[in-house]
C-alpha cells in the first residue's frame, strides 16, 4: 500500500513562477498514493495551466470559473471538508494576506475558509515582499491560527537579485505533508531508534575499513516509522543518502561513535531497529599520519568493535521491542535464529546477501522475519520501503 494511500490532499497554487514546481510537487504527492485537488488562482493560471496538473494528479483542476458553474456554491465546501490536508504552494504574499485576514474572494481562500484540515504553507516571492512587515504578519497571523509555514529558502530569485524567498524544494515539501497526515498513525507518540548504513574504522587519516552497506533499509525503515507516526532518530553510518523529512539524524563514523549514540538514546526509546552493518572490527590503532607506499606494505593490526546489540539487550533500561537484522551468505535461517537468542531479540529481519535483488546497495529486499516466539514470516521480493512496513508493522504489533 502507498505511504499516502486514501490521504486526501487540496493543493492550493498561487502566482509565483514557482507554480511549475507545484507540478512536480502535484505528481510526487500523486505517486506517494495520495488523491490530489489542485486548485489555481486567477494569477497561478498565467503561469501554468489546469490541464499540466490535471495530467500529473489523473483527477481534475479546479479554477476560480468553477466557482459559478454547476457545482458552484458548494464547491468550495466539498473541497475543504473533504481535505486531510491544505497545502498551499507556492504560497504569495497576497494569498498569505488574504489568509490572514479571513477574506474570501476566489476559489482557494473560500476553500481555505471552510476547510477543517491543517493548513500548510510554503510562501514564494522576492526577498524584500517576503521581508516586508505586512507579510511577516500575515505569517505570525497564520502560524497563530495554527497553520504550519515551511520555507522560504535562501537563493537565486525570479527578480534576478538572491535571497530569502524561494519555495521549498517539492520534495521536501512532499516529506512535511507526509509527517502531517501521518499524525494519529499506529506508532503515534512512539519513539523509534534507527541505525542505518555501515560504519567507517579509520586506518589513517585517508583510508577506512568500511562495507558494501548503502544504507537504503535503514532510511527506508525510519521513512515507515515516520509513516506511522512515530518519532524518529536516525543513526547513520557515512552515506549519501538524504535523511526522510521529519527524522532526527545523528551522522557517525565509527562502530564505538554508533555504540555511544545509540546507548545514550536507547533508554528513552519504545523500540530499536539496528539496520546498520557495524563492522566487527578495527584497526586497533589508527596511524595519526598517511601511510606512505614507500614505506612498504603495511600490517594492520585489528581489535574487536563493540556488539551495540548486545549491549543494548543488557541494559536494564531499555527499548520494549528490539530488532536485529542478520545478512548473511549462507545457513540464513540457522545463523538468524543464533543472533536472534544470543543477542536477546524480540525479532530479527534475515536477508540473503548473497541474492543479486537483495541486500547491498539495491532497491528491492527478501526477507525472512523470526520472531522470539518461534514466528517466521518469509516475505517475497520486495521494495526497501515494503520490506520495511512489514517490519515496522510487525514491531508495532510486539510492542502492544
Ligand atoms: N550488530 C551490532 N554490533 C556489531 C555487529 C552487529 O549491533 N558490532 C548488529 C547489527 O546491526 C545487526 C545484528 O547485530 O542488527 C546482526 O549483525 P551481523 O553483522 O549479521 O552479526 P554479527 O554479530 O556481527 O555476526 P557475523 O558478522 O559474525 O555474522
Redesign the pocket.
Known amino acids: 500500500m502507498l505511504p499516502l494511500h486514501a490521504k486526501r490532499i487540496v493543493l492550493g497554487v498561487t502566482g509565483s513562477i514557482a507554480c511549475y514546481k507545484a507540478a512536480d510537487l502535484a505528481s510526487k504527492l500523486t505517486q506517494l498514493g495520495a488523491e490530489v485537488d489542485v486548485i489555481l488562482t486567477a494569477a497561478a493560471e498565467h503561469f501554468i495551466k489546469p490541464l499540466t496538473f490535471q495530467s500529473v494528479t489523473g483527477r481534475r483542476a479546479y479554477i476560480d470559473q468553477d466557482l459559478w458553474g454547476p457545482e458552484g456554491h458548494v464547491l468550495h465546501v466539498k473541497l475543504g471538508k473533504d481535505a486531510d490536508l491544505l497545502l498551499i504552494a507556492p504560497a504569495t504574499a497576497n494569498t498569505l494576506a488574504k489568509l490572514a485576514a479571513g477574506q474570501a474572494d476566489n476559489l482557494l481562500t473560500l476553500t481555505a475558509l471552510a476547510a477543517t484540515a491543517p493548513l500548510m504553507l510554503a510562501p514564494a516571492m522576492d526577498g524584500g515582499m517576503f521581508d516586508h512587515p505586512a507579510t511577516q504578519a500575515s505569517l505570525e497571523t497564520l502560524r497563530a491560527h495554527g497553520a504550519q509555514v515551511h520555507g522560504p529558502v535562501s537563493g537565486h530569485l525570479a527578480s534576478g537579485l538572491s535571497g530569502v524567498g524561494r519555495m521549498l524544494e517539492p520534495a521536501e515539501l512532499a516529506g512535511h505533508a507526509r509527517v502531517a497526515l501521518s499524525a494519529g498513525g499506529p506508532l503515534a507518540g512512539r519513539r523509534v531508534l534507527v541505525?542505518a548504513g555501515g560504519t567507517q574504522e579509520p586506518i589513517d587519516p585517508v583510508r577506512v575499513i568500511a562495507n558494501r552497506s548503502s544504507g537504503k533499509q535503514g532510511y527506508a525503515l525510519a521513512q515507515a516509522a515516520l509513516d506511522l507516526g512515530a518519532q524518529v532518530t536516525l543513526v547513520s553510518g557515512p552515506t549519501a543518502l538524504i535523511a526522510p523529512v521529519g527524522a532526527h539524524l545523528l551522522r557517525v563514523q565509527t562502530?564505538v561513535e554508533m555504540r555511544d549514540a545509540v546507548l545514550a538514546l536507547a533508554a528513552a526509546a519504545d523500540m530499536l531497529l539496528?539496520?546498520?552493518?557495524?563492522?566487527?572490527f578495527r584497526p586497533s590503532q589508527a596511524a595519526d599520519k598517511k601511510i606512505k607506499r614507500a614505506e612498504g606494505v603495511p600490517t594492520v593490526e585489528l581489535a574487536a568493535?563493540?556488539?551495540?546489540?548486545?549491549e543494548v539487550s543488557q541494559q536494564a533500561q531499555k527499548p520494549r521491542v528490539l530488532v536485529?537484522?542478520?545478512?548473511?551468505s549462507n545457513d540464513l535461517l540457522a545463523?538468524a535464529q543464533g543472533?536472534l537468542a544470543s543477542?536477546g531479540l524480540d525479532m530479527i529481519v534475515a536477508n540473503d546477501v548473497s541474492a543479486q535483488d537483495a541486500g547491498f546497495e539495491v532497491d528491492t529486499n527478501r526477507v525472512i522475519l523470526l520472531s522470539k516466539d518461534g514466528g517466521q514470516e518469509e516475505l517475497p521480493l520486495l521494495s526497501k520501503y515494503e520490506v520495511a512496513r512489514k517490519v515496522l508493522e510487525k514491531a508495532a504489533s510486539l510492542l502492544k
Open positions: 541505525t562502530a539496528m539496520a546498520a552493518a557495524v563492522a566487527d568493535n563493540p556488539d551495540i546489540l548486545k536485529g537484522f542478520a545478512a548473511e545463523n543472533k543477542k
